[in-house]
């Protein structure tokens, strides 16, 4: 039986089935304990964070004033380390091809109806023209695994050709790149390629029900999968991303498992995860809807996206357009801070509309709205939408970003760069209504930046950004 240990390398050691049935079971036992669950609420407010252990208790317990005050200090730290600001993305898919027989994803070798692309290199550029059009600064590469289609050189060369576009006063200024647990050699490349973040979902932290749901492909290794962030941390790539799909197995299970890998990062490589994602199962095609049916509620998704914040608070949130309007307002105000608008999670789905007998897409997008509709919305909430890159462009990746994060330095070029590139938004892309919106709120939140040099700079750089500039950060 393996030993759980946070700063072992092996998959076993460091997300230990052991130790996640104790915390299930330490939670179920604690869960109305209202002194000790107090007592973890008290230490969380010093935003240093919980263990696995602590942050599912939190998640477990049922006495609803302790509930009120979780979801508090949740959003306390929310406004302490991300104040109002979301960061804005976009997924592109490059490929649908995939050899991997996972059960729950429309892509999966053996669906024979559905629409198999693959954009080449001018596709590429068209899909970049259209996303730039619509204000889009940061991407999400996604690609199925496919060695023979998708290798890691079609994936080098589209991120060579992204960062190549200049269309108008467009640019994509930062690639984030979502493809399937690779070599540590591989992983090189694509640092050296220049990517930001590395992102790969496990989709499941138990190994049984990983096996199950991955009968088939290299993805059916459940060691490799698992220590893929060890390699690309290995090979030098500063930023990861974890996450689960909820829904693939019971979320306690999942959830613990999540937050064990973060520590386990940050124990065993000196870095935790730069984000995490909460994607939920969605219908897709030629997928069991009885079996894979959105397994989590809105109010426990809600719940445990306010006990991430609170057991993580240096981690960035994420959430895509899988989520309604409704799930994304709830969450946003408990913990995220980082989302998509305006997807389309089909292949060449941005600079073409898919006709109706040619279905390419990943899973159906609940939030259909445009860009410039989510960020009316946003504004309309007292949020500020940011399209802002300037961390990895600046060399502020690994521990140097957490540094700054973990002492609540960061604020000082987050608030800024959001109100930049909000403007620089507003003067190319934004409708009417936005920009009007927009502009009130840069006014607004221009006061709130404390240093008075740099409330000097960012009114003089929005200035320059109204005279046609673009591209200031700090
Ligand atoms: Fe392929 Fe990824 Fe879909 Fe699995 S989840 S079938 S690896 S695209
Ligand atoms: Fe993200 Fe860094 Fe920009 Fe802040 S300054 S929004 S942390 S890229």
Redesign the pocket.
Known sequence: MAVYDKKSHKAEEFINHEEILASMKYAEENKNNKELIDQIIERAKDCKGLTHREALLLLDCEIPEENEKIFQVAMDIKQRFYGN?I?MFAPLYLSNYCVNGCLYCPYHAKNRHIARKKLDQQDIEKEVVALQDMGHKRLALETGEDPVHNPIEYVLDSIKTIYGIKHKNGAIRRVNVNIAATTEENYKKLKDAGIGTYILFQETYNKEQYEYLHPTGPKSDYAYHTEAMDRAMHAGIDDVGIGVLFGLEYYRYDFTGLLMHAEHLEAAIGVGPHTISVPRVRRADDIDPDEFDNGISDDIFEKIVAVIRIAAPYT?IIISTRETKESRERVLRVGVSQISGGSRTSVGGYAEEEKEDENSAQFDVSDNRSLDEVLNWLLDLGYIP?F?????REG?TGDR?MKL?KSGQ?SN??QP??LMTLKEYLMDYASEDTRKKGEKVIEAELERITNPKVKETVKERLLKIEQGERDFR?
């Open positions: 600001r960061v960035g940011s802002c890159t300037a961390c990895y502020r970003f994060v960061i070029c987050c760069n959001a700090f």
